[in-house]
């Protein structure tokens, strides 16, 4: 198979989707891999690595396009891909095309087969593409909260671990999942006193199994939240309702309650926030104050930190690359549940249930179709 690998267009996206050890396992098996050139330039991935590892550096996108059976990509192509469309092409990246109709219909004129990384799931029932994501935000939540607790960036002027003679910053997580499991282990490492709250309570058994008591576990109620916001240097945003705006756990009262120059770092900010004060913010203006209390809730946390976000989330979506390219779109489709669940355009028609719901389309499931 050929395999086109175009660079990212969407606005500050410094992802790739391959890296030169894919290129080199995808060569390895005969296949050929077209990278557009630069493509993984801003993940610190060279043209030079991508072609010492068989990759052959394509000058223009729509040469990658043209040429490709399969695209794999990032982000869901932008108005200027849209062009690139044509029957028969495989298109493997996240697509989120729930609010995209237009997105959706240019996918489905050219019969393109959009194969969605977020709706791919694994044996366990889990999301497998979404979840690296999440457990680099939920790392990086705690390296972004400790220096914004800094004096110089508006914070109250405390070291997340302390010394010794001074005590450790508090830090609260609410959401107890991939998020928030990441971000207490990087604030336990950092050596704060780490309180997570959970609606869940085998969650919470979980963790107070998981971290050995190391943590204090907490039942979500507004009680129990507006008494651990106002103790807490740094409060973090981790709950998600599946397919749901986020409810807003910590309102506007507690937020007013909190120390001056504590931190909230929303990861939650994608699905709305689970912080009442949260706005979503950007790389370049990522940070904002409400009542004295330092606000970050930027919604792509993971393009601050590139080249890990890229062998984490190429890590996780290889594999599925590779069972495309073995056994081409079709035969993998059919034999793999996971894979299946995760096309949403196929042959001209929308196979994708809540897509077809939120923009009010008919669908027909994929395996009907392919029959
Ligand atoms: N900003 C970013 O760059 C970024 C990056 C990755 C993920 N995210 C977002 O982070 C959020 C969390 O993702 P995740 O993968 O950890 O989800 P997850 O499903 O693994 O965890 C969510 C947790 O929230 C808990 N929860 C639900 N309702 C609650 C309540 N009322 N009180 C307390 N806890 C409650 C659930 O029990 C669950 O344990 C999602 O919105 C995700 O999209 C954002």
Not at 141 to 153: D, H, I, N, P, T
Not at 186 to 198: E, P
Not at 236 to 255: C, E
Not at 284 to 311: F, K, R
Request: net charge neutral; charged share 20%.
């Amino acid at each position: 198979m050929i395999i086109g690998v175009p660079k990212e267009v969407k606005d500050h996206e410094s992802r790739v989707g391959i890296t030169p050890a894919g290129v080199k396992a995808l060569s390895e098996a005969g296949h050929k891999v077209l990278v557009e050139t630069h493509a993984g330039e801003l993940s610190a991935f060279t043209d030079d690595a991508f072609q010492s590892a068989g990759a052959e550096i394509v000058g223009s996108a729509h040469n990658v396009w043209g040429m490709a059976d399969m695209v794999v990509k990032v982000k869901e192509p932008v108005e200027k891909e849209y062009g690139f469309f044509r029957e028969g092409l495989v298109l493997f990246t996240y697509l989120h095309l729930a609010p995209l109709p237009v997105l959706t219909d240019k996918l489905l004129a050219k019969k393109v087969t959009g194969i969605a990384y977020e709706t791919i799931r694994d044996k366990q029932g889990t999301l497998p593409l979404l979840t690296p994501m999440s457990e680099v935000a939920g790392r990086m939540s705690v390296q972004v909260g400790a220096a914004y607790l800094e004096k110089e960036k508006g914070g109250r002027g405390v070291l997340l671990g302390g010394v010794p003679g001074v005590p450790p910053a508090k830090v609260c997580i609410i959401g107890g999942g991939i998020v928030g499991t990441n971000a207490a282990k990087v604030a336990l490492g950092m050596g704060a006193r780490v309180k997570i709250i959970d609606l869940n309570l085998n969650r919470l058994r979980e963790l107070d199994d998981i971290f050995n008591g190391r943590l204090i576990t907490v039942a979500s109620n507004s009680y129990n939240v507006a008494r651990a916001t106002a103790e807490s240097d740094l409060v973090i945003g981790g709950v998600l309702i599946p397919g749901a705006a986020a409810p807003k756990i910590v309102t506007r009262a507690m937020v007013a309650g909190m120390m001056k120059g504590s931190v909230i770092v929303d990861v939650a900010i994608d699905q709305g926030g689970c912080i009442e004060t949260a706005k979503p913010t950007t790389h370049s203006d990522p940070s904002y104050e409400v009542n004295g209390v330092v606000h970050y809730c930027v919604t792509n946390m993971p393009a601050a930190v590139p080249n890990t976000s890229t062998l984490a989330l190429t890590n996780a979506t290889f594999p599925y690359v590779m069972r495309l390219a073995r056994d081409g779109a079709r035969a993998a489709i059919l034999a793999d549940d996971g894979i299946r669940e995760g096309v949403n355009t196929y042959d001209g028609k929308l196979t994708y249930h809540a897509v077809a719901q939120s923009q009010g389309k008919p669908w027909r499931a994929v395996r009907e179709v392919l029959a």
